[in-house]
């Protein structure tokens, strides 16, 4: 069987606090930008790390990405 790699673009608003590398979408859903991976939604909630974590406990977790300025 024959693979073919996809390459999609998101508009993220949010990261986690203690996560950086995770963005989150308007839509909820949630980017490893490190590993170019999209996080898989469980029964009620996300594997994060190890870690299992409801959608309420999630929105608690996030923060606004904040624009980085140009240095130059």
Avoid: A
Avoid at 24 to 48: E, P, Q
Avoid at 52 to 58: A, D, G, H, L
Wanted: charged letters at 25%.
């Amino acid at each position: 069987m024959n693979s073919l790699d996809v390459t999609l673009t998101f508009k993220v608003y949010w990261q986690f606090k203690d996560f950086p590398h995770l963005k989150v979408t308007k839509c909820k859903k949630i980017i490893d930008v490190k590993n170019n991976k999209l996080l898989k939604y469980g029964i009620r909630g996300f594997y994060i790390n190890g870690y299992y974590y409801k959608r309420n406990q999630i929105n608690q977790m996030l923060e606004i990405i904040q624009n980085e300025k140009c240095p130059f």
